[in-house]
């Protein structure tokens, strides 16, 4: 993993654990249904964030070998980022 970038995950990560200790205070405390929406979809937000990180890593690493090795690898490299995104890959 790039060194920047795994800093930058496992910072994200650390957020995240928070925002979740906080929702589940929130619940246990029986606080405003809206409130605690409000704070899912923050954490909603940093979970896209984290996997933006994650993309940008393994697009410049494994995927970029993938596509210098060509053939059957870069096929695979295609069939995972499609699978990721939810998409069908035929």
Do not use: P, W
């Not at 993993?1 to 995950?9: G, Y």
């Not at 995240?16 to 929406?37: F, H, K, P, S, T």
């Not at 954490?43 to 090795?69: A, G, P, W, Y």
């Amino acid at each position: 993993m790039i060194e920047d970038i795994k800093k930058r995950a496992l910072h994200r990560t650390s957020i995240l654990e928070g925002q979740m200790r906080g929702v589940a205070r929130m619940i246990d405390n029986e606080d405003y249904c809206m409130d605690i929406i409000t704070q899912t979809r923050a954490i909603q937000k940093s979970l896209e964030s984290l996997n933006r990180l994650l993309l940008e890593n393994h697009l410049r690493t494994h995927v970029t070998h993938m596509f210098e090795d060509g053939g059957e690898e870069r096929d695979k490299a295609v069939a995972e980022l499609l699978k990721a995104f939810d998409f069908d890959h035929k």
